[in-house]
Structure formats: structure tokens, C-alpha cells
């Protein structure tokens, strides 16, 4: 089984917490190097040569991102997003409890690399232990002069912000996050004009997920060629997945990428006994199933959107036989219709009219008519949304209620609404 | 009689086409070519889809896009399909590009803008029959355009508070409103006053203040207008009328000197609102203030004075035209028999047409002793002049003297985005009026404001016109740079008046010299305009007694104010909704004021009047077109007045008063049912409202 443990070394073993056994086991040797003996540019082609991609969802290449940046002589700015409220994602708050040294590590080794001075994470309302957690990670390292004022002696200085959002799945957008950041109303922004251009307070910035971050510090240890010689053509290197649902051992695995879906499952122990397997949600609440024809595939980038889903920020959740996907639809777009901030129309009112139109087949009372209602309705709204929670609607929905009609046909009580 | 004088000023006009109209060129621009709907065109780079169809005469629908609010991405109505983007792409945040092959009409992007439109229906109410927006609601033209004629909801539609009392001004129906958050933005970006916002989430999401207070502040009513559906609705407005049954007239506002342009909506006579023009990009940038838009009622209040009144020793009496007109003629030739001086004074609150008629029948009977000037303010042309652009684009915006705020609210919002979006720096050197909302430096002096001038741009100073002395400091250290002044007058026609000669010349007495020469028991008789010195005057106490001593005052008023309460003859006027000329705006902008009603049966016109007198004298008169065409010809040509000292040394009493507001100087908002009622509900401060 090709288990590896990168970022995940030494969780369950050694109190990482404690900067003392993180600095023994190597900790903050990277950062304190590429402080002294790299330039931001050194750092910047390490991680653009590894072929790290973000780990957020949308797996947009961390070089290229960084390299969007204008030369303009305004402030830059890094934002790590720990907001993690995607359902089924649970690795980087894993990350922020149990290493958070690491996390710091790589918010530092990632601000050096786009000559930031200030950096910032965003970490979710909810993770208040996580919250508490990093914030004494941050005090110790600043003890043992990580980041300040003059670091090692030299002239780059550098201040790290630790924010707690207050509760919102739309603040990990990362335009809803810098509104939030900036104490407005967590919506999203329009684009363009994009963060790398007019970002946090307007400033050239970048947004990057917690693992993509720390990611940055085994590519300083080992080289970009140890990483990008990891994984498939065009996914490289190693990946957090967070397994849920009908499993045996749903957890975080850390594997290389490409390991095969159905490789996945038998990580995380197998199917329940006497179950069958039904469908994988490979990427999060936000991408479609996928099923037993897929169950061979690379799980990489490429491959997951070959198969119509995405691999997303790395949440993968089993279905088998006895799951009902009437529900299961329900419960996904609710939970979409309840986080949408509401700015636009189609996310915002079509999630909601699906919501209602489903509880009633959950209770038993669907209509005929709502079948053709929620294919059309269901497959229209999405690419018309200012961001993308409004086009993660349909993925999940459209993709169980075309496998599966039948459980939804099977709870239609009448042709039509009668009556007004 | 004095009814059939076929003396009206005219049609509708234009802005008049005079040496005030100041063309800029445009400035060279990086030109782009693209082809939307099969038609090619080149536009400026930069420009949005949503602009670039308008020249094409092809109209992208929108709900949260509005020229002056820019781009927002919210209602995604806008939808055009580019050619090589796979997604249909909103033209409100798309700008035009090379090449670019752009289609705002076809099967797929209707049916994009008909799934917005049909989300945008499931929760809204269809109470159209009931809605004020019904017939001019951009929901309706656009569900017809691109809506089913047929719903698929099966479900209850999602109750939300109706009849939500937002403030004074307006009730909010938060079942009909499509959360394009034009009203949120207005507020932040325009208004700068940041009070609405949207409150909770999602389909929840409703509009509200923030802090939960009533939305107040002297802006509120344009987002009636903004409001694409019937969601903001004006309290004056609500259930009275539907828009096909309005007569719509376009005029220039005259409750301030600002001189917005205006539509006057008016129904069987009465005048049921006041609508901005989008257009007026010179004057109003689009808006109105609410003293502009609801401050109308006025017209037809119970107490307007509908009859001549005569004061038989303390007793009015009503009298008809015919004796009116001759006893005010006996009494200026037995003045000037016995004599006696006589004099004029207003014309800030008449027409140019009647300021000018005014000044030209009192010199033909033979006297200089004419004066506008009936308050504090001095000077109303400033020494070198510009326009409301010009503000918008200076470098330094220096205030000294009475909150423009107040005065000239409209103008304000220009102060507004020069400062907030431009760049601008705003200076002030405040009376003690409470801190503007946007970024500015007080200084304790004029000295100290022009030393914290920078060194470079253009300089606009916005002036009360109160205090010389003050003025002429300005003129000096603007002489030697690129400065230019706008002085926000008290009166609304201020500058016309004073353009159009009502000043006294020759050795003539003004205002002050004339209450003098009253105490003296040295005036004969006085004839005033729509002026309330017993209010007004720099020393009110001053004006009374001068009235007190004279023998024979007429007033020429649409109400009983102080002044009118001291008169021997009480003329009942027109007011400016009800009858056509021009007036001159602080930025010596010359302005059409188009008649929408009928004055009250009874009462006449300023130049109605005028005439009227002059027969009386048998003196020969001006044909309608010499009139119009030496006003325009004054308008265009009045420069600056030298800085005057008006009534010597009493000029600046400091008279104790409370701050002004919008709702104060005309005299007419205590006289609005309308207004009283906003009152009434203590939504505007009863001690600022004069009496
Ligand atoms: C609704 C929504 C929620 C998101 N939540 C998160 C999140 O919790 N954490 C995260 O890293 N990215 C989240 N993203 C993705 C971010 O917008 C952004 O792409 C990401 O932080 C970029 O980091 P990366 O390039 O390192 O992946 C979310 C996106 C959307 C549309
Ligand atoms: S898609 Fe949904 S969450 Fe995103 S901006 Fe629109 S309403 Fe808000
Ligand atoms: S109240 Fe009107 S203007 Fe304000 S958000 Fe709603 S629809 Fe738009
Ligand atoms: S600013 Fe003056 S002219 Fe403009 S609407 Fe208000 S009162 Fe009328
Ligand atoms: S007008 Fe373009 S999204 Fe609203």
C-alpha cells in the first residue's frame, strides 16, 4: 500500500506542537536556510518546479500563481487558507492541531517566496482548539526569533497575522476570505480584478491552502525533483486524503498521487462487511461521483476530471448499497442553499427552490413534473454564478439523481401540484 | 383682468444654447473594434460590454449594474455569449477586447437571462396589481422579454417582512426585492452614509441599516429609483398613481441653487413626484437631493395664499387684482410725489426673466434702489467661476464658511466622489457645523486652510458668499493659481438675479442702507419678491423695525411669513412648478424652468405681476422674445460682481441659529402636508425646519 508520510511524519508519534521536538526533528531548518542563503526567486522556482498544485481545490499550480504577481512596488501579500469548511475535508485542520510548526513553516518559506512582509492565516470560526494551538505555535516561534523583526541577522523582516473567521463555508472562497480578513461581509468578490492583482486591502496577494503551503517545506528539504518525481504526468507529488463515509478506517491518508480510487478504498480498510459498493465522491462536497467503472482510475487531477468529477481539496467519501441518494442529494444541496452568502441570483434561489423541491421527495411527496425540474433547473445554474459555491450545486446532485432515478422515482406521490 | 395677460415665457426648452455650455474635448483614447450582434464598432479600451451595446442602440439588460454604481456581479441578468468562451459571460464586468465577436441576442443567452429570470421569480410576490413599480419595473419588462410564460414551482413562496417602515422617506417590501444591492451601494459609494446593507444570508438575505436605526440622511429617496423592482418605495409616492397616468414635465430644481434637473410627474393637476434625470451628468450627475424630491406638497397646502390681501389696520383683507395693482402704483407715486425713496428687493427666488423685468420696471419708474440680497449672503458670482465637473476633478476642494452639505446638497455628492473616489483633498474651515463623513482637515483660519493648499492642481473653493472680507482673501491667493470658486448661494436664483441687474447701481441704496433709510423714515414704499429679510437678514430685528417704519410694503409671497405678516399689500404668487423661464445655478449654468401645473386660481406670476405694474405706468414693455433673448445674452455675459460691503458694519451680526439643514432657506418645507407628516413621525428635527 503506498502509505507515505511526508507532512504527516511523526503525527501520533512526537509532540509536534512543542517547537523544541519540532526543531529536533528538523524543524525550521528550511526556513532559517532559504532565509539565509536563498533568494525569494530561489524559492519561488523550487516550488514552481516541483509541480506542486494547489491543494485548496481548484489544484492551480503554486509557481504559476505566485508568478501572476505584478512588479509594481505595492505591498504583497500571503494568505494561508485554513478556513477547511468543506464537507468531508478534514486534513488541515489535522495539520494545524497536530503540526503546527510545520504550517508556520511553510506560511514562511511561501511569504519569502513572493517578498511578503506580512502574512496572514485565516483559520475557521469552529477550529477554536486549532485556533489556540497555532496562536502559542506563533508566540514560540517568535521567541526563538522565526519570524520578526531582522530575521538571522539579516534585513528581511517579516510579521505573521493568525485570524479566526467566525463560521462561514463562503469565507474559504478566497475573495469572501480576504472580505472577511478585512472585517467586511464574507461574500465574494467580483472577478476580474484578480487577488494577485487587487487582493487584501488592494494589494497583489496570494491565497494558498494549508497543505499546498506546507508542502513548501519537504520541496526545500529534498529538492523539487524529489517531489515532481512523485505521482503522474501532470499531478506531481504527494497528497493529504481525507476518507470518509462507508469504510472501515475513515481517516487522513498521505499517498503519492495516481494511487488508483480503488486502492484508496482498501487503504481506508474496505467496504463494511456484505456491503456493495455504490459510488465515491472523489474531491469533496463540490464534485460529482464517480463509480464502479472508475474504480481503476489514477486518483490525480487529470484522471478524476476524465471522469467527469474532480480530486478537489482531497475529500473522498464512500457510498456502498445502502445509501439512499434521495437523501444524500437533499443533505449536499441543502447544505449549499444554507452557505450561499446570497449575492447572486441562480445560486442563490436555485439552490434554495431544489432544497425545498427535494425534502419533499426525502418526505415522500415529489411530483412527477420535478424530475424534468431538477435536471434542468439542477444543470442550468451552474457557469452562471460569481463564484464557485453557486456551480458546486449541481455536481454531486445531477451526478446521483441520473445514476440512481429510480430511488427517486420511487418516492413520487403525484403527476403534477394540484391546486395553487 | 390681471389673468388674461398672454405673457407666458414660452415652451419647454433645451439647456440654453449660450456661451455657459463648456464643451471639453475628449481626451484621445486607445480605440478597441469589436462586432456585437453582427454590428462592428470601435469603442474606447476599457469600455463594458454593457456601454459598448448602447452605441449599437442594442440594450443589456441588468438589475446590479448601474452606470454610476459600476460593475457588481450579482444578478446575473446581463449574460452575453463571447465567442471562444465556452460560459456565457456577464457584459456588466466583460470589457470590450480586439476582435472580440460578441452576441446579446440568441437561444442561448436568452435562455440564460430567462433561468435568472425565472429564479429570480420563485420567491417574488407578483403583487404587481398592488406595487407602486408596476408599468416601469425593469422585473416586469424583463420576465416578459425573457421569462416562461409558465412557472414550475410547486412549493410556497418564502414570506419575508412587506411594508417594512425604513425611515422617513421610504418603505421597504422585502418580498419583491432582487438583492441587486444598487440601494447597499448608492449609499457606500454616492452618499458616502454606508447606513443600508444586507442583513443575514442567502435566500434569507433582507435590506436593512445596519445599525437598525431609520435609514435618514439627506440622499435617501434616489434609491426609490435605483431599485430596479417595487421594493423602495417613496412614502409620498406609495398607491398614488400608476405611470401611464402621469403628464411628465423636465425642469431644473429650485428649492437650492444647486439647479438639478428634475422630471415632475403631475396627475389631474397635482404634482405626485419629483424623478431624477440619469442624463443630467452637468448639473445633478443624476441624483436629487430629498429636499428636491419630496419637498413639492407645498404647492397645493391649505395655507397658500390664494388672494391680494390688503392690511386694513391690522386686518387682512382680501381685494381683487384690479384695486391690488392700482393701490401698489398710488403708493410708489405718492411716495415719489411726497419724496420719498421707494425700492425692490428679491429676485434669488424669482425666474431671470422676472428678476430682470423686476429691475427694469422699478428703473424705468426711477429708482436704483434694487437689492436681491434680503439674508446674510453678499456675493453670489464668484470671482473666477467653474463647473460642477471641475470640482469633481480638483486637486484641493477648500470649504469656508456654511455647510455646502446643507445649501447645496446635490453638489455635496460631487464633493463626495472628488474626494472618495478622485483624490481630492478637502479642506475645511468649519463653522460649527458637525464633521463631514469623508476624509478632510479642519483649519482654524483661511490663512491656515490655504497653507495646507498642495503646491500643485487645480483649486476649488466652495463659499458661502457671506463674509468679503473672507471673499476677497480667496480672490487674492487664487489670482495666482489655477483656482476657481462656487459659491453655494442661500437663494436659488441667486446668481441669475445678480446677473440680471438686481443690484442697486448709480448710487442706488441696497438692502441694508434701505432698512437704514427706512429708520430714517425716508422710504416711501417698498416692494419685496419671495424674500423673508424678517427671517433672513443678517440682523432680523433690523429688517422688522425698517418694515415696521415704512408706509407702504407690498409682499409678493406664496405664503404668510413673517415678512408677509408686516406688509401693507400681499400678493399671492406662483411658484416655480407653475410657470416657465430660467434660472442661473452656482455653477452659472443657465437653466430651463418648465411649467408642469396651473397656479392656484387667483394667484400670478412674479412677471405676471410686474407686467401688471407696469401698465399701471403706462410704461412701454419688452416682447417675450427680446426678454428671453437679453437674458440668455446677461446669463452668458455677467461676470463677476466686484466684492461688495453690504449693509456697512452690521453686515456680519452674528445671529445665534441652529446648524441649517435641507429642509431650511425656502420657507416652503413647513408649509408641505408631506413633510410635516415626516415631521410628525420626528424623523427631521422640528428646530430645524423654518417656521
Ligand atoms: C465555496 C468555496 C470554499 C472554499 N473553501 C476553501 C477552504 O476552506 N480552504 C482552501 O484552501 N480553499 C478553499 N477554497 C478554494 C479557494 O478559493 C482557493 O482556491 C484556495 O485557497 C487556493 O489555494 P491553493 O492554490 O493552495 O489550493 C474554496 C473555494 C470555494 C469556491
Ligand atoms: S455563487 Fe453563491 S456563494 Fe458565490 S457569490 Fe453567488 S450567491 Fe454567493
Ligand atoms: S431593495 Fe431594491 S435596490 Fe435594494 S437590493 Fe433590493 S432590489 Fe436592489
Ligand atoms: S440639491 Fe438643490 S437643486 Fe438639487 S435636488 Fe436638492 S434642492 Fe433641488
Ligand atoms: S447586471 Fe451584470 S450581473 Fe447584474
Known amino acids: ?420 | 383682468m390681471a389673468q388674461n395677460f398672454e405673457f407666458s415665457l414660452g415652451e419647454r426648452r433645451a439647456l440654453a444654447p449660450t456661451g455657459v455650455i463648456r464643451l471639453k474635448m475628449a481626451d484621445a483614447q486607445e480605440l478597441v473594434n469589436l462586432t456585437i450582434d453582427g454590428v462592428p464598432l470601435s469603442v474606447p479600451k476599457g469600455t463594458l460590454l454593457v456601454e459598448a451595446a448602447k452605441q449599437i442602440k442594442q440594450e443589456i439588460p441588468v438589475y446590479c449594474y448601474h452606470t454610476k454604481l459600476g460593475p457588481a456581479g450579482l444578478c446575473r441578468v446581463c449574460l452575453v455569449e463571447v465567442e471562444g468562451m465556452p460560459k456565457l459571460q456577464i457584459g456588466c464586468n466583460t470589457p470590450v477586447a480586439e476582435g472580440m465577436v460578441v452576441h446579446t441576442q440568441n437561444a442561448k443567452v436568452n435562455a440564460g437571462r430567462g433561468m435568472v429570470l425565472e429564479l429570480l421569480l420563485v420567491n417574488h410576490p407578483l403583487d404587481c396589481p398592488i406595487c407602486d413599480k408596476g408599468g416601469e419595473c425593469d422585473l416586469q419588462d424583463y420576465a416578459m422579454a425573457y421569462g416562461r410564460g409558465s412557472s414550475d414551482v410547486a412549493d410556497p413562496k418564502q414570506s419575508k417582512p412587506k411594508g417594512v417602515d425604513l425611515g422617513p422617506t421610504i418603505v421597504l417590501d422585502e418580498e419583491r426585492c432582487v438583492v441587486c444591492q444598487r440601494c447597499v451601494r448608492y449609499d457606500d459609494i454616492i452618499a458616502a452614509e454606508s447606513q443600508l446593507v444586507v442583513k443575514d444570508r442567502g435566500h434569507n438575505d433582507i435590506i436593512a441599516t445596519a445599525t437598525g436605526d431609520p435609514y435618514a440622511h439627506n440622499f435617501t429617496g434616489n434609491v426609490t429609483e435605483l431599485c430596479p423592482v417595487g421594493a423602495l418605495t417613496s412614502k409620498t409616492y406609495r398607491f398614488k398613481s400608476r405611470p401611464w397616468d402621469l403628464v411628465r414635465t423636465q425642469t431644473s430644481c429650485t428649492q437650492c441653487a444647486v439647479g438639478c434637473q428634475q422630471f415632475v410627474d403631475q396627475r389631474s393637476g397635482s404634482l405626485l413626484r419629483a424623478q431624477m434625470v440619469e442624463s443630467d451628468d452637468r448639473v445633478s450627475d443624476g441624483w436629487l437631493c430629498d429636499r428636491g424630491r419630496y419637498n413639492i406638497g407645498f404647492y397645493t397646502a391649505d395655507d397658500r395664499i390664494t388672494q391680494p390681501l390688503y392690511n386694513d389696520n391690522g386686518t387682512f383683507v382680501q381685494v381683487g387684482w384690479d384695486d391690488a395693482l392700482s393701490m401698489w402704483a398710488k403708493a410708489i407715486r405718492e411716495a415719489q410725489t411726497a419724496g420719498k425713496a421707494i425700492g425692490a428687493i428679491g429676485g434669488g427666488r424669482l425666474l431671470n426673466e422676472e428678476a430682470y423685468l423686476l429691475q427694469h420696471v422699478f428703473r424705468a419708474i426711477g429708482t436704483q434702489n434694487l437689492d436681491w440680497r434680503a439674508g446674510r449672503q453678499a456675493v453670489a458670482t464668484p470671482a473666477r467661476t467653474g463647473t460642477y465637473q471641475d470640482l469633481e476633478k480638483a486637486a484641493a476642494i477648500l470649504m469656508i464658511g456654511e455647510t455646502p452639505e446643507e445649501r447645496a446638497p446635490v453638489m455635496w455628492l460631487r464633493v463626495i466622489k472628488a474626494v472618495t473616489r478622485n483624490g481630492a483633498k478637502l479642506i475645511r474651515v468649519a463653522t460649527a457645523d458637525k464633521a463631514p463623513n469623508i476624509a478632510h482637515v479642519d483649519a482654524k483660519s483661511v490663512e491656515e486652510a490655504l497653507s495646507l493648499l498642495p503646491a500643485q492642481g487645480q483649486v476649488v473653493v466652495v463659499w458661502d458668499g457671506i463674509d468679503t472680507s473672507v471673499g476677497a482673501k480667496i480672490r487674492d491667493a487664487m489670482a495666482s493659481r489655477n483656482g476657481m470658486g462656487l459659491i453655494a448661494s442661500e437663494q436659488p436664483n441667486a446668481r441669475g438675479a445678480e446677473a440680471m441687474g438686481m443690484l442697486p447701481a448709480s448710487g442706488g441704496m441696497d438692502t441694508g442702507a434701505m432698512f437704514d433709510a427706512a429708520g430714517r423714515g425716508e422710504l416711501g414704499a417698498l416692494s419685496l419678491f419671495g424674500v423673508n429679510p424678517v427671517r433672513n437678514f443678517s440682523n432680523p430685528e433690523r429688517a422688522r423695525a425698517a418694515l415696521e417704519a415704512t408706509p407702504f410694503v407690498v409682499v409678493s409671497e406664496l405664503f404668510m411669513t413673517e415678512t408677509a405678516r408686516l406688509a401693507t399689500l400681499v400678493l399671492p404668487a406662483r411658484g416655480a412648478y407653475e410657470k416657465s423661464g430660467t434660472v442661473v445655478n452656482i455653477a452659472g449654468d443657465l437653466l430651463p424652468v418648465n411649467a408642469s401645473v396651473q397656479g392656484p386660481v387667483g394667484t400670478l406670476s412674479d412677471l405676471e405681476m410686474l407686467v401688471g405694474l407696469a401698465q399701471q405706468f403706462g410704461l412701454p414693455l419688452p416682447t417675450v422674445e427680446e426678454l428671453e433673448r437679453t437674458v440668455i445674452e446677461k446669463a452668458a455675459t455677467a461676470g463677476p460682481v466686484a466684492l461688495r460691503e453690504l449693509h456697512g458694519e452690521a453686515a456680519h451680526d452674528t445671529i445665534a441659529r441652529p446648524a441649517r439643514t435641507i429642509w431650511d432657506g425656502g420657507g416652503t418645507a413647513a408649509h408641505d402636508p408631506r413633510i410635516t407628516r415626516m415631521l410628525a413621525d420626528k424623523m427631521i428635527p422640528t428646530e430645524l425646519v423654518e417656521a
Open chain 1, 1 to 420: 500500500m503506498p502509505v507515505t508520510k511526508v507532512l504527516t511524519e511523526g503525527i501520533g508519534e512526537a509532540n509536534l506542537r512543542d517547537i523544541d521536538v519540532y526543531r529536533q526533528r528538523g524543524g525550521y531548518v528550511q526556513w532559517e536556510r532559504a532565509v539565509r542563503e536563498l533568494t525569494p526567486a530561489q524559492v519561488m522556482e523550487a516550488a514552481d518546479k516541483s509541480g506542486l498544485r494547489g491543494r485548496g481545490g481548484a489544484g492551480f499550480p503554486t509557481g504559476r500563481k505566485w508568478g501572476f504577481l505584478p512588479n509594481n512596488g505595492k505591498p504583497r501579500y500571503l494568505v494561508c487558507n485554513c478556513d477547511e469548511a468543506e464537507p468531508g475535508t478534514f486534513k488541515d485542520h489535522m495539520l494545524l492541531e497536530q503540526t503546527p510548526h510545520l504550517v508556520l513553516e511553510g506560511i514562511l518559506l511561501g511569504a519569502y517566496g513572493i517578498g511578503c512582509t506580512h502574512a496572514y492565516i485565516y483559520i475557521r470560526g469552529e477550529f477554536k482548539e486549532g485556533y489556540e494551538i497555532f496562536t502559542k505555535a506563533l508566540a514560540d516561534a517568535r521567541a526563538a526569533g522565526m519570524f520578526g523583526k531582522k530575521l538571522f541577522g539579516t534585513d528581511y523582516s517579516l510579521e505573521v497575522t493568525a485570524h479566526r473567521g467566525a463560521g462561514a463555508y463562503i469565507c474559504g472562497e478566497e475573495t469572501g476570505l480576504l472580505n472577511s480578513l478585512e472585517g467586511k461581509r464574507g461574500e465574494p468578490r467580483l472577478k476580474p480584478p484578480f487577488p494577485a492583482i487587487a487582493g487584501l486591502y488592494g494589494m497583489p496577494t496570494v491565497v494558498n491552502n494549508v497543505e499546498t503551503l506546507a508542502y513548501l517545506v519537504p520541496v526545500l528539504k529534498n529538492g523539487a525533483e524529489w517531489f515532481s518525481s512523485v505521482g503522474t504526468e501532470r499531478s506531481k507529488g504527494y497528497k493529504i486524503v481525507s476518507v470518509s463515509g462507508h469504510v472501515q478506517k475513515p481517516g487522513n491518508y498521505e499517498m503519492p498521487l495516481g494511487t488508483t480510487v480503488r486502492e484508496i478504498i482498501e487503504i481506508a480498510g474496505g467496504l463494511l462487511p456484505g456491503r456493495k459498493f455504490a459510488a465515491v465522491q472523489p474531491g469533496g462536497q463540490s464534485s460529482a461521483c464517480i463509480f464502479e467503472e472508475h474504480l481503476d482510475y489514477p486518483y490525480d487531477y487529470e484522471s478524476m476530471a476524465k471522469a467527469g468529477s474532480m480530486l478537489g481539496s482531497g475529500a473522498f467519501t464512500v457510498f456502498d448499497d445502502s445509501t439512499d441518494f434521495v437523501k444524500a442529494a437533499f443533505n449536499s444541496v441543502r447544505f449549499y442553499a444554507h452557505e450561499s452568502c446570497g449575492q447572486c441570483t441562480p445560486c442563490r434561489e436555485g439552490g434554495h427552490w431544489l432544497e425545498r423541491v427535494l425534502h419533499r421527495f426525502v418526505e415522500g411527496r415529489g411530483l412527477a413534473s420535478d424530475l424534468e425540474m431538477i435536471e434542468r433547473v439542477g444543470t442550468t445554474i451552474t457557469g452562471l454564478n460569481l463564484c464557485a459555491l453557486g456551480d458546486s450545486i449541481e455536481p454531486f446532485l445531477i451526478s446521483v439523481f441520473r445514476r440512481f432515478k429510480p430511488q427517486f422515482e420511487a418516492r413520487i406521490q403525484r403527476e403534477e401540484a394540484v391546486g395553487v
